[in-house]
Every structure is written in structure tokens, then in C-alpha cells.
């Protein structure tokens, strides 16, 4: 399938928020993504976002996803219906303002808080579709951006620091060991690799950035490198920044962030490594907090982060179903 640069998500924001599809497009109905998941999943899912795991009501009003209070037993001094109206309102108010990251389909006064998936800011929408990857195989290595696959096949991009355990999550992703090459020695991948996925997308695993005791011959020049890639790579649906999220925010991440977001280059922010806290060191949470805070100025919008770690699955399903959402969109 092939895409022109003007119908694509890519160039236009780098929170996924700024479309160049129609207004009346993005808030007609979508197509129905539950059927396609597994049983289980569909379970799961109309259980998160209060809908009913069959077609003919999937697409339900606010009003009649939201589950129903519990009934209690009427005080002696119940507060006015007004006080309450207005209690209410400046809850919703305050939660609809939060930095969530919203994707297509989705009208930001409508989100609840059961649609955001567990350890992010990212709200589940209707283009949310199959997300288990069932076959993966390696294409190519391309030492040049003109030598990758020029199939149109939509593709994230894995990018990090070296050691910041990007292979590691590329397998627990794909759930297959040695799908792409871990090492103690950090810097080890340096080339552009391509891994196809369901023979419908690729995974491609990027060089690692700032590893400065790597041998001089192994050093990557990142700027004509993988910026190149970046720069004039049509295919690419969204950029996944890993960030250890063990340690605190790193100058070299914070300016890679800048760097894509000047560039208006989509990305997430994927936090590693959330089942470490180093002793005597901030736990994971604050230091993703930091982190925020500190790119929070250089974008309009929130772009979407969420929390993983390859040792124990944290966040895997919730990643690939993020990133089902933004393939379908991308495919429509």
C-alpha cells in the first residue's frame, strides 16, 4: 500500500494529535476493532472501556458506556443536586486537562479514567485493534537508509541510549529470545534492522546513541546516520524513545527528544527498566516524572509515555495495543 506524505501522521506533530485527515473523519464512526482481538481480549477490553464485547452495541454514547453509581442510602442532609452538578463538573474539568495522550476517534471530554491504559497517559480508542504478534522474522541490515526494505509496510522504530535495554524489550515484545541481538557490551547494533511482524509491519532496531567507551571504529555518526533515517523515511508511523527509567533524566535523551520534536517526528516515550531502583537512587516514577517536567516545554501537546520492563512484562500487552491503534489509523 502506498502512502503520500500528505495523508500520513508523519511531519504534522509529534504527539499524533494534529491530523491531516478531516475533521468529520476522525469523529465518524470507525471501523469495529473488537471482534478482531482474541475472546479474551474482547473480554478484557469492554471490560476496560464499559462497553459490551459484541458489535451491534460497541459503539455506545458516553452516557451509555459509563457504569451506573452504586445506589447508597440517603443521608439526613444530602447535598443540593447543584452542589453536587458543580463538584462534578470541576472533577471532570480538572481530569480532562491532564496531560493523556488522545488518539484518533476520541473526543477528549468523553475520556474516562477506565480507558487509559495502566502505567501511561495513553487513552484506548476505536482504532485499538489485534495486537499479538504471532510470526516475526528477520529481513535485513541496511548500512544505508536507500538499502531498506521499499515495501511500504508501516514501521516503529526502536531508538535509545545503548544500554538501555532495547533489544531486551524488542524480544519480550515478540516473545522470542534472540530476536535481536543483546549483548553486556553496549553499542553492539549498528545498523538499520528491519523485523518483519505478522507479514503486515516492521520493528526496526535503530543504533544506540551515547555510549562513549565504545571503540572509535564503532562509533555511530548519529546526526548523518539514523537522523537521515528519520528525515527521509516516509514509512514510519511513530518513533518509540526508550529511556531508562531507572536512573535520572540524561542530557542525551532530553536532546534527542527536542530533536525529533522540533522535527515533528511522532513519537512514545517508552520507559525501561521499571522494576529497578538503583539504592540510595529516585524510584522509577519520580524519575519519569522529572523527565516529563523537564520536555514538558518544548511540546503543545503530550506526547504518549508509557511504563515497561522486560523482566517482569510490565506494559508489554498495553504497548502493543498502543501501537495497534496508531498502525490501524495509520493504514485507514
Known amino acids: 500500500m502506498s502512502h503520500a506524505p500528505s495523508n500520513m501522521l508523519l511531519r504534522r506533530g509529534p504527539s499524533f494529535l494534529l491530523f491531516s485527515k478531516p475533521h468529520?473523519?476522525?469523529?465518524?464512526?470507525?471501523?469495529?476493532?473488537?471482534?478482531?482481538?482474541?475472546?479474551?481480549?474482547?473480554?478484557?477490553?469492554?471490560?476496560?472501556?464499559?462497553?459490551?464485547?459484541?458489535?451491534?452495541?460497541?459503539?455506545?454514547?458516553?452516557?451509555?458506556?459509563?457504569?451506573?453509581?452504586?445506589?447508597?442510602?440517603?443521608?439526613?442532609?444530602?447535598?443540593?443536586?447543584?452542589?453536587?452538578?458543580?463538584?462534578?463538573?470541576?472533577?471532570?474539568?480538572?481530569?480532562?486537562?491532564?496531560?493523556?495522550?488522545?488518539?484518533?476517534?476520541?473526543?477528549?471530554?468523553?475520556?474516562?479514567?477506565?480507558?487509559?491504559?495502566?502505567?501511561?497517559?495513553?487513552?484506548?480508542?476505536?482504532?485499538?485493534g489485534h495486537s499479538q504478534i504471532k510470526q516475526v522474522e528477520f529481513v535485513k541490515s541496511s548500512s544505508r537508509v536507500k538499502d531498506c526494505p521499499k515495501d511500504d509496510r508501516p514501521e516503529f522504530a526502536m531508538l535509545g541510549r545503548s544500554n538501555v535495554g532495547k533489544s531486551s524489550l524488542i524480544n519480550a515484545l515478540t516473545r522470542k529470545k534472540e530476536v535481536a541481538l543483546t549483548s553486556k557490551k553496549p553499542g553492539k547494533t549498528q545498523l538499520i534492522n528491519h523485523f518483519l511482524v505478522n507479514k503486515s509491519w516492521y520493528?526496526?532496531?535503530?543504533?544506540?546513541y551515547g555510549f562513549a567507551n565504545a571503540p572509535e571504529a564503532a562509533r555511530m555518526d548519529w546526526s548523518s546516520f539514523t537522523k537521515g533515517y528519520f528525515l527521509n523515511r516516509n514509512t514510519i508511523v511513530a518513533v518509540l524513545l526508550l529511556v531508562d527509567a531507572s536512573v535520572p533524566p540524561q542530557k542525551i535523551d532530553l536532546d534527542c527528544a527536542n530533536w525529533l520534536?522540533?522535527?515533528?517526528?511522532?513519537?512514545t516515550f517508552v520507559f525501561t527498566k521499571c522494576d529497578k531502583k538503583k539504592s540510595g537512587k529516585q524510584r522509577p516514577d519520580e524519575n519519569i516524572k522529572n523527565f516529563q517536567e523537564l520536555i514538558r516545554k518544548s511540546y503543545k501537546e503530550p506526547p504518549p509515555w508509557i511504563m515497561t520492563s522486560s523482566v517482569t512484562g510490565l506494559g508489554r500487552?498495553?504497548?502493543?495495543?498502543?501501537m495497534s491503534q496508531l498502525r490501524?489509523?495509520?493504514?485507514n
Open 24 to 128: 468529520h473523519l476522525l469523529t465518524s464512526s470507525p471501523p469495529l476493532i473488537l471482534p478482531l482481538l482474541s475472546f479474551p481480549q474482547q473480554l478484557r477490553y469492554a471490560s476496560l472501556l464499559h462497553l459490551p464485547a459484541c458489535r451491534s452495541r460497541l459503539y455506545c454514547s458516553h452516557s451509555q458506556a459509563t457504569v451506573p453509581s452504586p445506589s447508597h442510602e440517603p443521608t439526613t442532609n444530602p447535598p443540593s443536586s447543584s452542589s453536587s452538578s458543580r463538584v462534578a463538573d470541576k472533577k471532570r474539568e480538572k481530569f480532562v486537562r491532564r496531560a493523556l495522550f488522545v488518539p484518533p476517534g476520541v473526543a477528549r471530554e468523553e475520556v474516562t479514567e477506565e480507558m487509559i491504559l495502566p502505567g501511561s497517559n495513553i487513552v484506548i480508542g476505536p482504532y485499538a
Open 203 to 208: 520493528i526496526v532496531d535503530l543504533p544506540g
Open 261 to 267: 520534536g522540533r522535527n515533528n517526528i511522532p513519537m
Open 317 to 322: 500487552d498495553e504497548l502493543l495495543l498502543h
Open 328 to 331: 490501524n489509523y495509520w493504514d
